[in-house]
């Protein structure tokens, strides 16, 4: 099986960059390095050597031996001009960013087709939880009906904290905030707007439904307070916000983000801390139950690397 070398040239060098510098670095067996990393700030000090820098992303498109461009920047914007001008310009993406994917599915999708480039995006949707690739791949055949799931890391780690050791709302979402685990505008997390586009994405995947982002409800987790929480304690029951998409008798779609009461005959009952769990229910296989970590570093660098890791194979993408 002929597999590609790849030269990455990588956007962003944050919790997630510096998560897939370090991945790379134990996974030799794929040839993928990274040639240049464009990052904003000049005067942030690096874990790594200045020679691998650049400030200009010209550096990076220009540099006709880079084949594969790896997004792993936080601002929504600067990464559809990245992704955009990789595409255009016939490099393969591979992005993490779900605001962006969420808000710009139909054109992105225009754009592979128009260039003949992947994009791919595992990571951006329940980080290391192969969700995707299983909704396109697997249920090829097998119509979905419906999926529902805990898809934010860091309002289910606020969740559990809260729950389970009594922390304030203000501590949890410190603590997530400093383990990497919450966008760097924590109200994208909190808001339920960061499940709203990753609801977005699986719906696509699932359903082939694509929708914007304004016409989808998403309640947060930020007006819980003491006496729902009180409620769910003597009734043993836990608050998880879960994200929902299901397939009416008509046809239609629903899909809502909302926190919701649990018991514990529910499979999510038991996905704390910063765990997702995804729940599919299909014509054939009936129930199935996915989970894995859905935020941080390492769990979000594997998801990148096996999308790098798919785009090295010659048989699976042609660009
Ligand atoms: N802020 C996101 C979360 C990161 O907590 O789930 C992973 O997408």
Redesign the pocket.
Known sequence: MSRKKLNIGLFGFGCVGFGLYEVLQKTPGLKADIRKICVKDKNKPREIAAENFTFDKNDIFNDPKINVIVELIDDADAAYEIVTTALKSGKAVVS?N?KMIAEHFEELLELQRKHKVPLLYE?????SMPIIRNLEEYYDNDLLESIQGI???????ILTKTFKENLSYEEALKE?QEKG???SNPI??TGGF??KY?LLILLAHSFGYIARPENLLNIGIDNIGGLELKYAREKGLKIKLVAQAFKNTDGNITAFVIPKFVDSADRLFNVDD?F?GVITKTSFADEQFFVGK???AHP?ASAVLSDISALSYDYQYEY
Not at 123 to 127: E, V
Not at 151 to 157: D, E, K, P, Q, R
């Open positions: 993490a779900k990571a951006a949707c329940c980080a898809v934010n890391g860091s309002t289910n780690y997530a685990f919450a966008e994208l997390d960061d499940a990753k910063v997702n859905g935020a941080g979000t």
